[in-house]
């Protein structure tokens, strides 16, 4: 049980174009949902925290504008990298957790995103 | 939340109990004490958690101590497979909007 399920795992792409990257939580609901970025010999850094239904909870020094994010339903949050350029290379990572309160963070595999 | 203390790495022989520390001297009464790992190119991985009292699952064992200031994550016999950044992490249980917020962690290496 709880899997968080993330889509696409690698992308590659032109500089200045957007990219859609979805998590689902496939067997649970989740109330809350998390997304980092982890550079290389990194450590994951939070982007951002979104609930569903509101606006999400941007980090310290992350662009709203750049990095949009959408949770629209309990199963579904969206990242957005938009007009994306070289140093947005990272690999991107979300997490959710569901209602109950005895359950941990659960994490995706991550997107591996390269603007060329 | 608190701040742990995890050494950076740590090598293990195959089949050997891994036995992996984390200092966190200033944790507060109700922050349990989390473990996630993370192998190369992949999300992490939810391992065990813990408030006070030693949790056991399929994958590993949890010691805190008395005093919780510090704690122990077991894995009991290591495999090649279990190669991956440990981190540990100490926070309240699911504190509403609040995520976890990942340190360096111990990079386990396991040899045959």
């Known amino acids: 049980g709880a899997v968080v399920s993330q889509h696409p795992s690698w992308v590659i792409c032109k500089s200045g174009t957007s990219v859609k990257i979805e998590c689902r939580s496939l067997?649970?609901?989740?109330?809350?949902m998390f997304w980092y970025r982890q550079f290389p010999k990194q450590s994951l850094m939070l982007m951002a925290t979104?609930?569903?239904?509101?606006?999400?909870?941007?980090e310290q020094g992350v662009e709203k504008d750049k990095f949009l994010i959408n949770h629209a339903s309990l199963t579904l949050s969206t990242l957005t990298v938009t007009s994306a350029h070289p140093e947005d290379s990272s690999f991107y990572i979300c997490?959710?957790?569901?209602?109950?309160?005895?359950?941990?963070?659960?994490f995706g595999d991550g997107t591996r995103l390269s603007i060329l | 939340d608190a701040k742990t203390t995890q050494p950076p790495s740590m090598d293990c022989a195959e089949g050997r109990a891994a036995n992996l520390p984390c200092n966190h001297s200033?944790?507060?009464?109700?922050?349990?004490v989390y473990w996630y790992r993370q192998i190369h190119s992949q999300g992490p991985q939810y391992i065990i958690h813990?408030?006070?009292n030693n949790e056991t699952n399929e994958m590993a064992s949890l010691i805190i101590t008395e005093d919780r200031k510090s704690s122990t994550l077991i894995l009991p016999h290591a495999t090649l497979r279990d190669t991956a950044v440990y981190y540990c992490?100490?926070?309240?249980?699911?504190?509403?909007?609040?995520?976890?917020?990942f340190g360096k962690g111990t990079t386990l290496s396991v040899s045959s």
């Open positions: 813990g408030l006070k």
């Open positions: 979104s609930n569903e239904g509101s606006k999400a909870t941007y």
């Open positions: 200033t944790i507060s009464g109700n922050e349990y």
């Open positions: 067997d649970f609901q989740a109330t809350t």
């Open positions: 992490i100490v926070r309240v249980l699911n504190q509403a909007g609040t995520a976890l917020i």
């Open positions: 997490s959710a957790r569901g209602t109950h309160s005895n359950q941990p963070q659960h």
